[in-house]
């Protein structure tokens, strides 16, 4: 091998040897950049998966609720058909009592006016089926009063009038005035837990 050969080879090996260093350099640099990447990627998923966690639960809470509301609403429409319902068909009750029955309301009905007097008001069909002693029937349960031949527009009881006083003991109006009452017995009795 001559001089130049030496020297070719010499630079070469350097070369290597510097192509090598550089390499290795390039290498352990792009591994701490890729780890850097990597840690940071995994903190970017970390953020990104609690935000998603977060966003999660946020639905499923909303979802929650309006699945909650929804349910009592549902509850509370049907509740309010159950006591419309109920509060009808004591209505009806009412109205479709056999005569001596019926009656015999009214006079329980007339007993809450005891000392109260004037002129009563009943419905067409009750006037039609009125018995011989009602008056006398009202006089025992604490009402004087006179039976009006001029039918009242009420569904079923009674108006009594004295002058300007009024008492409405029509059942509709009875009913409607104690409604609150009525629902509240129904709730306790039909949706009690």
């Known amino acids: 091998m001559n001089g130049g050969e030496k020297i070719i080879d010499r630079i070469k090996a350097d070369s290597k040897s ?6 290795a ?20 998923a970390a953020v990104i998966s609690e935000k998603t966690q977060a966003k999660r639960r946020q639905l499923e809470a909303s979802a929650k609720s309006r699945a909650e509301l929804e349910t009592r609403n549902a509850l509370l ?14 209505q009806t009750y009412l109205q479709t009592l056999d005569d001596k029955n019926y009656f015999n ?16 008001y009943l419905n067409q069909k009750d006037l039609n089926r009125l018995p011989r002693d009602f008056e006398e029937r009202l006089k025992e349960n604490g009402v004087t009063a006179k039976v009006s031949r001029k039918p ?20 509709k109006a009875l009913i409607s005035a104690r409604r609150d009452e009525i629902e509240d017995l129904i709730n ?3 949706f009690a837990r």
């Open 18 to 23: 510097a192509v090598d260093a550089v390499m």
């Open 25 to 44: 350099e390039a290498t352990r640099s792009c591994e701490g950049i890729m780890q850097d990447a990597e840690k940071t990627a995994a903190k970017r």
């Open 77 to 90: 429409r049907q509740r309010r058909a159950e006591i419309d319902k109920t509060v009808k068909g004591l």
């Open 105 to 120: 309301a009214l006079y329980r009905l007339a007993a809450q006016l005891k000392g109260k007097s004037g002129e009563i």
């Open 152 to 171: 009242a527009d009420i569904v079923g009881g009674f108006v009594l009038k004295d002058g300007d006083i009024e008492e409405n003991m029509d059942f």
């Open 188 to 190: 306790r009795e039909l």
